[in-house]
Every structure is written in structure tokens, then in C-alpha cells.
């Protein structure tokens, strides 16, 4: 669980910020990180109105990832990731949107499974057999990649190892 009470405040700024736009009933609420990710309707609102760069920059500092790495998830360069930065309230388009939300996923439960992000990250560069001799990190850049990574985590949790 997150104890970052910044970060609990982007959350709920960005529930709404949502139920705004879309007159949902969750109006003014408080709601952690958790409940968020667990929430899918309340993604989904989130990615198609867009993520703001300071609530991917909380989830950037709570991830293991590099920026490079997230330039290369999401398909633009660290100048473009360094220029959002810059720029005043900036929102990501839905598809950036989308793949900031599935990075949140995977780090959150690849953190509650290794206990710590370093051990996460030295898992994630590490090839596998039961992914192919891929490395867990490599898989992430498309949604299929991040479902067996997910799948892995799951077993691993589980305590079944292939």
C-alpha cells in the first residue's frame, strides 16, 4: 500500500477530474491508489479523458522504469516526455493514457509480489523460460506482453514456478 500522501491527492484529483467530465456520482471522493486500479470503469473514464503529467509522474517515481524505458513504452522520444514536463497541464492522449494505466498495474503487483522494486527491476531484465528466453521488460511494450507478464507474476505469486 502506498503511503505517499501527494500521490493519494493526485488520485482523487484525477477521480475528479473524471466524474466531472463524465457526471459520475463520485464526485469529491477520496480514493487510493488501489481502489483506483482495481476500479475498471473509473480507468476507463480516466484514460479516455486523458492523464495528467503529474499523476504519470507519480507513477513514474513509484515504478522501477528508466525514462528512456517510458519514452519507449510509450513510442516517443525522453525530449517529447521532457517537453510534457515543461508544459503546463499537460494531459496524455488516450493511448498514452492507456499504456501509463497498464504500467501502474504491472508495478503495483510486481512490487506486492517481490516486496521491492529493485528486486522487481532486476526480475524484469531477467530472461525467462517460461516467457520465451524474453525478458519480462521486453514483453511490456504491447498489451499481450503485459498479460503474460501479469500471468508470470500471478504463478510466481502463487509460489508455481516453471
Same mark, same amino acid.
Given at each position: 500500500?502506498?503511503?505517499?500522501?501527494?500521490?493519494?491527492?493526485?488520485? +482523487?484529483?484525477?477521480?475528479?477530474?473524471?466524474?466531472a467530465v463524465?457526471?459520475?456520482?463520485? &464526485?469529491?471522493?477520496?480514493?487510493?491508489?488501489?481502489?483506483? /486500479? $482495481?476500479?475498471?470503469?473509473?480507468?476507463? #473514464?480516466?484514460? !479516455?479523458?486523458?492523464?495528467?503529467?503529474? @499523476?504519470?509522474?507519480?507513477? %513514474?517515481?513509484?515504478?522501477?522504469?528508466?525514462?528512456?524505458?517510458w519514452a519507449? @513504452?510509450?513510442?516517443?522520444?525522453?525530449?517529447?516526455?521532457? !517537453?510534457?514536463k515543461n508544459? %503546463? %497541464? #499537460?494531459?496524455?492522449?488516450?493511448?498514452?493514457?492507456?499504456?501509463?494505466?497498464?504500467?501502474?498495474?504491472?508495478?503495483?503487483?510486481? $512490487?506486492?509480489?517481490?516486496? +521491492?522494486?529493485?528486486?522487481?527491476?532486476?526480475?524484469?531484465?531477467?530472461?525467462?523460460?517460461?516467457? =520465451?528466453?524474453?525478458?519480462?521488460?521486453? /514483453?511490456? &511494450?504491447?498489451?499481450?506482453?503485459?498479460?503474460?507478464?501479469?500471468?508470470?507474476?500471478? !504463478?510466481?505469486?502463487? =509460489?508455481?514456478?516453471?
Amino acid at each position: 500500500m502506498i503511503d505517499n500522501k501527494y500521490f493519494e491527492k493526485e488520485v +482523487s484529483n484525477l477521480v475528479n477530474e473524471v466524474s466531472a467530465v463524465y457526471k459520475s456520482e463520485t &464526485k469529491n471522493v477520496d480514493i487510493s491508489y488501489n481502489d483506483f /486500479l $482495481n476500479n475498471k470503469l473509473l480507468i476507463v #473514464h480516466s484514460i !479516455r479523458n486523458g492523464i495528467s503529467y503529474s @499523476f504519470y509522474n507519480k507513477i %513514474k517515481e513509484l515504478s522501477p522504469f528508466s525514462e528512456k524505458d517510458w519514452a519507449g @513504452f510509450l513510442g516517443v522520444s525522453t525530449k517529447t516526455l521532457q !517537453r510534457f514536463k515543461n508544459e %503546463k %497541464k #499537460h494531459l496524455f492522449k488516450p493511448q498514452h493514457s492507456e499504456k501509463i494505466i497498464e504500467l501502474a498495474e504491472v508495478t503495483n503487483y510486481g $512490487n506486492e509480489v517481490f516486496d +521491492s522494486n529493485d528486486q522487481f527491476y532486476i526480475w524484469l531484465k531477467s530472461p525467462s523460460i517460461a516467457l =520465451g528466453n524474453m525478458t519480462p521488460l521486453e /514483453l511490456l &511494450k504491447d498489451s499481450y506482453g503485459k498479460e503474460m507478464v501479469m500471468e508470470e507474476l500471478n !504463478r510466481i505469486d502463487q =509460489g508455481v514456478f516453471v
